[in-house]
């Protein structure tokens, strides 16, 4: 079965500074990839999501991922953070056979001014 | 376009009272329907996924119910609240195998 490790239960950055916040999956084939942001009491929204080919994904917001397929990793990155992004994100795995998705537990962002 | 909505979005109730937590999507048919559950610290648990009218399945053993009476509606339910079913309940769906998943707006329940 598959699985997501997010690291970093709590990530403070700069307003402006660039941001990283780090996945990492278990699965034995090609995985289906996503992150999602949820404000605070509020449902998930879709950032991205990594099904195949190009393996550096443009997502809503100015969010980009990058899959490392020799690292098991899918990273989210912004170059440059705003007081909006402050926010929880959730990195997910799915298999193309499967339907429901695994999610990691989650990475909680604080923008400082 | 597709839209989910779930309802209460909020909710307090006593122990052992029942539940019921109601989930609609729009826009689609034969959609997939899940139900989460998000407690603090610990991310997103699946509860129950359906494939179709009547089909439910059960990922974790506990105090709750799912049932889908209609194509596109998707409930939950529990005969007696415990303290430990508070917690943000979400209702999310999709289309297919392997694709994305969408959320509810969730609905907060507090047993006390």
């Known amino acids: 079965a598959q699985s997501v490790t997010q690291p970093d239960i709590h990530i403070t950055v700069s307003e402006g500074a660039s941001l990283e916040l780090r996945c990492n999956y278990s699965y034995g084939a090609t995985p289906y990839l996503f992150w999602y942001v949820q404000s605070p009491g509020q449902g998930l929204q879709l950032l991205l999501k990594?099904?195949?080919?190009?393996?550096l994904v443009q997502g809503i917001k100015g969010f980009e991922a990058e899959f490392k397929r020799s690292q098991s990793s899918f990273n989210l990155r912004k170059p440059s953070v705003h007081w909006s992004d402050a926010a929880e994100y959730f990195c997910?795995?799915?298999?193309?056979?499967?339907?429901?998705?695994?999610f990691g537990k989650g990475t909680s962002l604080l923008v400082t001014p | 376009s597709q839209t989910i909505h779930q309802w209460p979005a909020t909710l307090v109730q006593p122990v052992g009272s029942p539940l019921s937590l109601e989930c609609t999507v729009e826009?689609?048919?034969?959609?997939?329907l899940y139900w989460y559950r998000q407690a603090a610290g610990r991310g997103l648990q699946l509860l129950f996924y359906s494939v179709g009218i009547g089909q439910i399945s059960s990922e974790v053993p506990q105090n709750l119910s799912a049932s889908r009476p209609q194509d596109r509606q998707f409930i939950l339910s529990s005969k007696k609240l415990l303290l430990s079913d508070s917690g943000f309940y979400l209702c999310?769906?999709?289309?297919?195998?392997?694709?994305?998943?969408?959320f509810g707006e969730g609905s907060w329940l507090t047993v006390v």
């Open positions: 826009g689609t048919s034969n959609p997939n």
């Open positions: 997910a795995v799915g298999a193309s056979s499967g339907y429901a998705l695994n």
């Open positions: 999310a769906w999709s289309q297919g195998s392997g694709n994305t998943i969408y």
């Open positions: 990594y099904f195949s080919g190009d393996t």
